[in-house]
């Protein structure tokens, strides 16, 4: 009886064990996590919830955005998004076309809303 007993606890620990690795290896935090470090593009939102800030790992520089919900034509959309970088000093190397970019993607989730960069993005974007 123990014997059997001790097997079905060291299945059940195999299979949480796979689980938990699944979970890890799936987590969008995670994923952002390592874009970051590699300077790779991530884009890290939940649509769903427009009370939490979205996050894009670019180039090595870690950007966050705030969304505002509002009304459009026939329903509630997010109208406004303020963007900030975490790190200016991450900035360096960083081009006109690199935000355009980064607009486009935010716009894709989001086509109805306007898109306020903070300094000193903000005065590179309206220099032009």
């Known amino acids: ?14 299979v949480y064990l796979f689980y938990r690795g699944i979970v890890y290896l799936m987590d969008p935090k ?16 939940d649509v769903k919830n427009v009370r939490k800030n979205f996050f894009i ?4 520089a870690l950007f966050e955005g705030e969304k505002y919900l509002g009304t459009t034509g026939d329903a509630f959309e997010v109208v406004s998004i303020f963007v900030w970088v ?10 006109r076309d690199d935000f355009l970019f980064l607009e486009k993607e935010i716009l894709m989730n989001y086509p109805e809303a306007d898109i306020s960069w903070k300094n000193p993005i903000e005065k590179l974007m309206n220099n032009q």
């Open 30 to 45: 995670r994923k952002l996590d390592d874009a970051y470090e590699k300077g790779a593009y991530y884009f890290y939102d």
């Open 86 to 95: 975490k790190d200016s000093m991450k900035l360096q190397g960083f081009t």
């Open 57 to 60: 790992s670019f180039k090595g």
């Open 1 to 14: 009886m123990i014997i059997v007993l001790v097997r079905f606890l060291i299945i059940a620990l195999i």
